[in-house]
């Protein structure tokens, strides 16, 4: 049977993807850090990625709206924008 991302592992992929750590997306989603950790693992075997940040990457490509949201949720700092300016 094929693993599936959950709604709840999808939401606290993009708390990690907004800088929030383990214990940070545990309180918001009522559970401990290392339950997030679990979670986390089993959403990025479902994504075949080799660690939580290639979950990520993967989520944003494989879904806009993953995108969309991180875009309105993130400000670049300007450090970022000019450290990046030859990518852009």
């Given at each position: 049977m094929t693993e599936t991302v959950t709604e709840r592992q999808a939401s606290m992929l993009l708390m990690r993807g907004r800088g929030c750590t383990h214990d940070e997306i545990g309180e918001a989603h009522g559970v401990t850090g290392s339950r997030v950790t679990q979670l986390l693992s089993a959403a990025r075997r479902a994504l075949g990625a080799r660690d939580v940040t290639h979950a990520l990457a993967i989520f944003i490509l494989a879904d806009q709206r993953a995108l969309e949201f991180l875009r309105r949720?993130?400000?670049?700092?300007d450090?970022?924008?000019?450290?990046?300016?030859d990518f852009t």
């Open positions: 949720e993130i400000e670049i700092p450090q970022a924008r000019e450290a990046l300016r």
